[in-house]
């Protein structure tokens, strides 16, 4: 069965009382619950970690290269513009890797803008809201059943 890692970074853990305005009602685990819905419909295996440590995700990301997961949906909140480490991690277990973000950064403070996994990512999805989380396993999905098939990957 594939297995799909949901890594989720800080504060992700305050959803549905953190910045509501921002980033919606729905907590992580209402989020994690139709995901693995979704699961259960499609025939994939949601694995989820969320972790407020820098070094609690480049760990487990290391896990998930040892364990044979097929590929990783990230929101990594404000490490996805701080941490080369979280980068080097991702880029040494070659899995693909879907850049999530619940609202729409490119809307928000210019630090936001960046992204330090971006350019290592199949795709970025963000300012829908919680179905990014959805399309973020869609596409994976996709990518493992038509590897090389990609048109704007290179």
Same mark, same amino acid.
């Given at each position: 069965?594939?297995?799909?890692?949901?890594?989720?970074? +800080?504060?992700?853990?305050?959803?549905? #009382?953190?910045?509501? #305005?921002?980033? &919606?009602?729905?907590?992580?685990?209402?989020?994690? =619950? =139709?995901?693995?819905?979704l &699961?259960? =419909?499609?025939?994939?295996? +949601?694995?989820f970690?969320q972790?407020?440590?820098?070094?609690?995700l480049?760990?487990?990301?290391?896990?998930?290269?040892?364990?044979?997961?097929?590929?990783? *949906?990230?929101?990594?909140?404000a490490?996805?513009?701080? #941490?080369?480490?979280?980068?080097?991690?991702?880029?040494?277990?070659?899995?693909? *890797?879907v850049?999530?973000?619940?609202s729409?950064?490119?809307?928000?403070?210019?630090?936001?803008?960046?992204?330090?996994?971006?350019?290592?990512?199949?795709?970025v999805? &963000?300012?829908?809201? +919680?179905? *990014?989380?959805?399309?973020? *396993?869609? &596409?994976?999905?996709d990518?493992?059943?038509? +590897?090389?098939?990609?048109?704007?990957s290179?």
């Open positions: 069965m594939t297995k799909i890692l949901i890594l989720q970074g +800080p504060n992700l853990n305050r959803l549905g #009382s953190r910045e509501p #305005s921002t980033y &919606g009602t729905r907590t992580l685990e209402e989020i994690h =619950e =139709e995901i693995r819905a &699961g259960t =419909e499609t025939g994939f295996a +949601p694995i970690f972790s407020n440590h820098e070094g609690a480049v760990d487990r990301i290391h896990q998930a290269g040892d364990e044979g997961v097929h590929g990783i *949906v990230a929101n990594l909140g490490y996805t513009h701080t #941490s080369i480490a979280i980068r080097d991690a991702l880029l040494s277990v070659g899995l693909p *890797v850049e999530v973000h619940l729409n950064v490119y809307k928000r403070e210019s630090f936001r803008k960046k992204s330090l996994i971006s350019d290592i990512s199949a795709g999805i &963000g300012g829908l809201g +919680p179905i *990014v989380y959805r399309l973020g *396993v869609l &596409g994976i999905l990518l493992l059943k038509n +590897p090389g098939k990609n048109p704007i290179s």
